[in-house]
């Protein structure tokens, strides 16, 4: 009996001194550390079109066939060749857990001259991933001051170039009974185009 007492004694032993937390003196089997993880909150915003970035486009309407007494038909000077893209990480609204959203604007720098206007389409994103805002579904036009083309944008990317996100088309229009306040000229432009918070 003295025997099997020493035996399982010895067991016991065995067992005890094998399992990890035998000693209390000695450092555990496991170690840790913490790490910080920064998401950005992000909104930025490029035009893209043949040339890269930042084309500069031209607007002329057609006049080789026209004939006398006809009007010029100024809806023929159209340019469809610029892309919208962006990138977006929405931060959320206080503490409500929800995200905030974004939009975007566009607005000329200066006055168009009388009796011109600068339409803009802008079609739904054709690629990209995540909640791609909205555009809107009418010709809008542009003036100095905003026009809010996209709606509803959370956390997402419209990827980058040419073909990709949303396709800008401009052209121009004679505002109704203002064909006599057209003079022949040549001017410039600038159209921007602002990603904010809602």
């Known amino acids: ?67 006398a007494g006809e009007a010029v038909d100024f809806t023929t000077a159209k340019d469809n060749s610029l892309w919208l893209n962006y990138t977006s990480i929405a931060g959320s609204k206080g503490n409500s857990g929800n995200m905030n959203t974004r939009r975007i604007k566009a607005e000329l720098d200066n006055n168009l001259p009388s009796g011109l206007d600068l339409m803009l389409e802008i079609s739904q994103a054709s690629s990209g991933s995540g909640d791609i805002g909205n555009a809107t579904n009418n010709k809008v036009e542009l003036k100095k001051g905003p026009t809010w083309i996209i709606n509803d944008i959370g956390s997402c990317y419209t990827e980058t170039g040419e073909g990709k996100g949303h396709q800008l088309t401009y052209s121009l229009d004679v505002k109704d009974n203002q064909y006599k306040h057209l003079v022949a000229e040549s001017f410039s432009v600038q159209v921007t185009y602002t990603i904010t918070d809602n």
């Open 1 to 67: 009996m003295k025997k099997l007492a020493r035996i399982f004694a010895s067991v016991f032993f065995i067992f005890a001194t094998a399992s990890p937390n035998a000693s209390a003196d000695e450092g555990g089997n496991t170690a840790s550390h913490n790490i910080g993880i920064t998401i950005p909150d992000l909104a930025i915003i490029a035009v893209y079109g043949p040339s890269g970035e930042a084309t500069t486009i031209s607007l002329t309407p057609q006049t080789e066939n026209l004939e």
